[in-house]
């Protein structure tokens, strides 16, 4: 029996059959073709409807927000929300040993630091996030001592940041350094408005628990810590840091190395992990 239509092999197809056979191909793939198109058409309407609802959502979340992260800074605070911040940072680190920029019992077994800019916003989520249980949960119990280190990242003025970062410095020669680097980083104001300024400095200074402001502002002028600021940027230069915040971390008197396994930064169980192996 001898195979007709489009089921035969093309080979033995006479001229007209291979004509049907080939029309019938381009048919198929036409429709095919077609059957993508009205496929993507709907999918792209799908998307298109999709997107303004997200658009929608995220316009209302912003609208009922103000905008703002729950860790953005509100700027400016009144006194009541300022001697609210010194509670909580009084309540955070009173007790805990301090020597200059460290914090924490000097033979504790793991030392971390901490390279930040004052005015980085992303610090400021670590500060409020992450470090409060690192510093119940490590630093109290004497595994961990932490220490404070200065990278010019998120302040666009050279000059300021030294002033800043000085300030906290100086703060530290009464071994309340991080009184004063916890309270600059709970009133940080946003970022690029040009919030630090004297007054600015002098009002956390004031904040201080027990801080000698005569002798804080003698200090300031210390070119030791002018030198020290300078080791931090050339530290941070070698290690190749180039953000904020950043971090070191091995055990105590031996060579640290980079922690990159922060996560959100809001919390403080991947840094305690790490620890706590350490320690």
């Not at 680097?181 to 009133?187: A, G, R, S, V």
């Not at 105590?252 to 192996?277: C, V």
């Amino acid at each position: 029996m001898t195979p007709t239509g489009t089921d035969q092999d093309p080979d033995n197809l006479t001229r007209k059959q291979r004509r049907d056979h080939a029309r019938e191909q381009r048919r198929a793939q036409e429709q095919e073709q077609a059957s993508a198109e009205a496929s993507r058409r709907r999918r792209m309407q799908l998307g298109a409807v999709a997107g303004a609802v997200v658009i929608a959502i995220v316009a209302i979340v912003i609208a009922t927000s103000g905008g703002k992260s729950s860790t953005e800074p509100s700027v400016p605070k009144t006194q009541s929300a300022k001697n609210e911040d010194v509670k909580a940072v009084e309540s955070l680190i009173n007790g805990i040993p301090q020597k200059g920029v460290t914090l924490g019992d000097p033979r504790a077994p793991v030392t971390l630091q901490y390279f930040g800019d004052l005015e980085c916003p992303i610090c400021r989520q670590f500060t409020l996030g992450a470090l409060p249980g690192i510093i119940q949960n490590e630093v109290r119990k004497h595994k961990l001592k932490l220490e404070y280190r200065s990278l010019e990242t998120a302040t666009h003025e050279p000059t300021i940041f030294r002033t800043q970062q000085i300030a906290a410095y100086a703060a530290g020669k009464q071994d309340k350094a991080w009184y004063y680097i916890e309270l600059f980083y709970h009133e940080q104001g946003a970022e690029g408005s040009n919030y630090v300024n004297e007054n600015y400095l002098q009002g956390l200074a004031q904040q201080v628990p027990g801080l000698n402001l005569s002798q804080w502002q003698s200090d300031r002028g210390d070119k030791a810590l002018e030198a020290k600021l300078l080791a931090d940027e050339k530290a941070a230069s070698e290690i190749g840091f180039t953000g904020t915040p950043s971090f070191m971390l091995g055990k105590s008197g031996g060579t640290l190395k980079p922690f990159t396994e922060a996560g959100n930064l809001e919390s403080s169980s991947p840094f305690e992990s790490a620890i706590d192996k350490l320690a």
